[in-house]
C-alpha cells in the first residue's frame, strides 16, 4: 500500500517519476491568469491565522462546506471569527475525500508549512496554531509565500477603469516578481442593465477623459484605457463571457443599440447579441494591435441562485457548467478576425468537459505558422482544474494538436497558497507521458527530448509565449 502524499504521489511508473524530479519538480512558476487582489502584493499583506487566508474568498471550500451541512456565517459571515471557520472546514475536509479540495488542502499544508499531519477535527486546533503562528512571521507574507513557491509572474485580473496604482508602485520598488495586469474588459460588455451601464460608463469617461456620448466615444475611451495598461505591462486580455458573440453588424447599426441604452432602454435579446458582437469583436482587434494575447473563458452559468446570490453576492460559489451551443459562433469570431490578420494569439478554456474535443479542433484551424502554439487549448479551468479533468484537456490537445507547445498551468486563484496546484498538474503531466513510454507508446531513447518537453509546459512555453 502506497503511502499518502509521498515524493512519488501520482507518479506511477519509474518514468514518471524521473520527468518529475528531473525535469518538472525545480521548474519556477509563471501564474498567468489569477484573481490576486494587487494592493495585497504592494501592502505585503500579514494574515492574522489560518482561516483566514485559506477561507477568506474561497468559494471551492464555501461550496463543499454548503453541501456538509455548514451554516452559511462559517463561510461568508463577518461575525465568526477565523478560528471558527477553520474548525468547519476541517470538519469537512474528511468528507471532500475524492474531491480534489483534499488533494490540495493537504499539498498546501505540506508545501506551504511542512504539516503532514490530515487535517481532521482531532487535529484541526494544532494545525491550526502551528499555521497560525508561520503566517505571522515576515517569510509568510504575500510576497513571501509568492517567493517560497519560485514564482517568477503573476498577472492579475483587472477592470478598464482600475487604477493599476499598485502594479506601478511594485515596479517603481523594484520588486523582483513581475506582477503585471490583465485586461477584463466584462463590465464595458454587461449592457443588460442600462442604468448599472450607464454607472460604468461614467467611470470608463472618468478615468479616460473621454466623455462618452456615443459608440465611438466608448471605444475610444477603452483605447485609451488600452494603451494605459500596455504601458504599465499589460500583455493579455481576458473574457469572462457566457458565450462567443459573432452576429454581423453595421456601424449604423451598432451605433442606434447604444443610444438607445445609453438612454436607459432595456435592450432585446437580438440588440444586445449585436453590440456583445461588435465589442467583442472590436476589443479583439486592439489586443492584436497591441501585441496581446488574448484569453477566452467561457462557458459558466453564474449565480444561480437568487436567494443567497441576494444575500451573498456575486462569486460565492453559486456558478456551474453551462450547455450552450458555440462551434458556429466560435468559428465565425475567429475568422472574422482572421481574414482581416487581426487574428491575436489566443487562448480558449471551456467549462463544459464535452467540448474538449471541439476547442482541440478548432484552434487547429487557426494555426498560421507565425508563431507556434498561436492558438491554445487552455488548461482545465474551474470546475475541471482537477485530476481527470486535467488529463481529458490534455489527452484532446495531443490527440489534435501539440502537447509539447502547450503553455501549461495557472492557479486561477484568489489565495496565495494556491500555488501547489501547478505541481498538482505537473505531478499528471509527468505521469500521463510516463506510462506512455512504460506502455511502448513513447521510445525511451527520446526522454531527453520528453524531459526538455516537461520543462516547457511547466514554464519555458509560457515565459516565450508571453514574452515575460
Known amino acids: 500500500m502506497k503511502k499518502f ?101 493537504h499539498l498546501e499544508l505540506r508545501r506551504a508549512f511542512g504539516v503532514d499531519t490530515i487535517l481532521n477535527p482531532a487535529t484541526a486546533k494544532e494545525i491550526f496554531d502551528k499555521c497560525t503562528a508561520q503566517l505571522r512571521t515576515p517569510e509568510y507574507s504575500a510576497r513571501g509565500l509568492m517567493k517560497k513557491f519560485n514564482v517568477r509572474v503573476v498577472c492579475t485580473t483587472d477592470d478598464p477603469v482600475d487604477s493599476l496604482e499598485h502594479h506601478i508602485a511594485l515596479q517603481k520598488e523594484g520588486f523582483d516578481i513581475k506582477v503585471l495586469p490583465t485586461w477584463r474588459p466584462d463590465r464595458a460588455m454587461t449592457v443588460e442593465d442600462p442604468a448599472a451601464y450607464r454607472q460604468y460608463l461614467e467611470k470608463l469617461s472618468a478615468v479616460s477623459g473621454v466623455n462618452i456620448r456615443s459608440y465611438n466615444d466608448l471605444l475610444a475611451a477603452l483605447q485609451i484605457r488600452h ?12 473574457h469572462g463571457s457566457e458565450e462567443f458573440f459573432a452576429e454581423n453588424f453595421s456601424p449604423s447599426e451598432v451605433e442606434t443599440i447604444f443610444n438607445k441604452v445609453f438612454s436607459g432602454n432595456r435592450l432585446s435579446p437580438d440588440e444586445i447579441v449585436v453590440l456583445k458582437s461588435a465589442l467583442m469583436t472590436e476589443g479583439a482587434k486592439m489586443d492584436h494591435a497591441a501585441g496581446w ?74 494555426q498560421d505558422g507565425s508563431v507556434a502554439g498561436k492558438m491554445q487549448f487552455g488548461s482545465s479551468w474551474w470546475f475541471l482544474d482537477q485530476k481527470y479533468g486535467m488529463e481529458a484537456q490534455m489527452n484532446s490537445l495531443s490527440s489534435h494538436g501539440l502537447l509539447s507547445r502547450f503553455v501549461g498551468m495557472l492557479t486561477d486563484s484568489r489565495s496565495f497558497l494556491s500555488y501547489p496546484r501547478h505541481e498538482y498538474f505537473r505531478r499528471i503531466l509527468c505521469n500521463l507521458l510516463g506510462n506512455d513510454v512504460e506502455n511502448g507508446e513513447l521510445p525511451v531513447s527520446e526522454l531527453p527530448f520528453l524531459g526538455q518537453l516537461v520543462e516547457n509546459v511547466c514554464y519555458n512555453n509560457a515565459r516565450t509565449f508571453f514574452g515575460f
Open 227 to 238: 494603451d494605459y495598461f500596455a504601458s504599465v505591462g499589460c500583455k493579455l486580455s481576458d
Open 5 to 105: 502524499l509521498d515524493e512519488n504521489f501520482l507518479l506511477r511508473t519509474d518514468t514518471a517519476r524521473e520527468l518529475y524530479h528531473k525535469h518538472a519538480a525545480g521548474m519556477p512558476v509563471i501564474d498567468y491568469h489569477c484573481h490576486l487582489d494587487p494592493a495585497m502584493i504592494a501592502n505585503n499583506r500579514q494574515f492574522d491565522n489560518l482561516g483566514q487566508i485559506w477561507l477568506e474568498g474561497d468559494h471551492y471550500k464555501w461550496r463543499a462546506m454548503r453541501a456538509n451541512g455548514i451554516d452559511e456565517r462559517f463561510c461568508t459571515g463577518q461575525d465568526v471569527s477565523g478560528w471558527e471557520k477553520f474548525e468547519k472546514w476541517a470538519e469537512t475536509v474528511p468528507y471532500t475525500m475524492r474531491n480534489p479540495l483534499y488533494h490540495w488542502t
Open 293 to 366: 494575447t488574448q484569453q477566452f473563458h467561457y462557458g459558466a452559468i453564474r449565480n444561480n441562485n437568487t436567494r443567497l446570490f441576494r444575500q451573498v453576492g456575486a462569486d460565492t460559489g453559486f456558478d456551474s457548467i453551462g450547455d450552450l451551443n458555440v462551434a458556429k459562433n466560435l468559428s465565425k469570431f475567429l475568422d472574422r478576425l482572421d481574414t482581416t490578420n487581426q487574428l491575436a494569439k489566443t487562448i480558449l478554456y471551456n467549462l463544459n468537459p464535452r467540448d474538449n474535443d471541439l476547442i482541440a479542433t478548432m484552434i487547429g484551424n487557426f
